[in-house]
T-cell receptor, first 113, second 117 residues
Framework: DQQVKQNSPSLSVQEGRISILNCDYT??????FLWYKKYPAEGPTFLIS???IKDKNEDGRFTVFLNKSAKHLSLHIVPSQPGDSAVYFC????????????WGAGTKLIIKP | DVKVTQSSRYLVKRTGEKVFLECVQD?????MFWYRQDPGLGLRLIYF???????EKGDIPEGYSVSREKKERFSLILESASTNQTSMYLC????????????????FGPGTRLTVL
């Protein structure tokens, strides 16, 4: 049973427009969420995170929104740039787990020129 | 700058061979992880270790073993490689959460693309 779901395997967005990547979770014990970005033939790199005590966190062009009642989070990229083309993973952690992150399947974002 | 290195970027092995994948981190992190990444399946945890000589099974440990004799090094062993173990293998490390550390963000190596023929 997938506890973290990214239902869109891929997303295509015009350069300069907004990219919205979605992530749903089922475990109400999750209290911290992270987004990672992965280029081909490289390891994932941390992008942005949000604690469950917040509903929004912003870092430059990247904003993550958390809707706890819907168990849904989204990553907004504005404006989208060609270098944003990558696979984006959503990950979640429960407070009682000191080690593990639970990962979504990833969404491949393609930015069209 | 956190650095996680993996011994090989690309590896080709034959069915039945014993395969060693090495991972080294230079940040004195307590936790280390081995994942495999397959299209549409995301990152699946194979094993992790929260201290030297300690190991815990992840979601898909079958066919794999691990070794952590030193804090900075975490090895993944495929005892007898099979074609269904063809995958991208990713190593990660993190520090122990606590105090000012809110969450154990994981830092990844570049990955090893393993092909088993």
């Amino acid at each position: 049973d997938q506890q973290v779901k990214q239902n869109s395997p891929s997303l295509s967005v015009q350069e300069g427009r907004i990219s919205i990547l979605n992530c749903d979770y089922t475990n109400s014990m999750f209290d911290y969420f992270l987004w990672y970005k992965k280029y081909p033939a490289e390891g994932p790199t941390f992008l942005i995170s949000i604690s469950s005590i917040k509903d929004k966190n912003e870092d430059g062009r990247f904003t993550v929104f958390l809707n706890k009642s819907a168990k849904h989070l989204s990553l907004h990229i504005v404006p989208s740039q060609p270098g944003d083309s990558a696979v984006y993973f959503c990950a979640a952690s429960a407070g009682d787990s000191n080690y593990q992150l639970i990962w979504g399947a990833g969404t491949k974002l393609i930015i069209k020129p | 700058d956190v650095k996680v290195t993996q011994s090989s970027r690309y590896l080709v092995k034959r069915t039945g061979e014993k395969v060693f994948l090495e991972c080294v981190q230079d940040m004195d992190h307590e936790n280390m992880f081995w994942y495999r990444q397959d299209p549409g399946l995301g990152l699946r945890l194979i094993y992790f270790s929260y201290d030297v000589k300690m190991k815990e099974k992840g979601d898909i440990p079958e066919g794999y073993s691990v070794s952590r004799e030193k804090k900075e090094r975490f090895s993944l062993i495929l005892e007898s490689a099979s074609t269904n173990q063809t995958s991208m293998y990713l190593c990660a490390s993190s520090t122990r959460a606590g105090g000012p550390i809110v969450i154990n963000e994981q830092f990844f190596g570049p990955g090893t693309r393993l092909t088993v023929l």
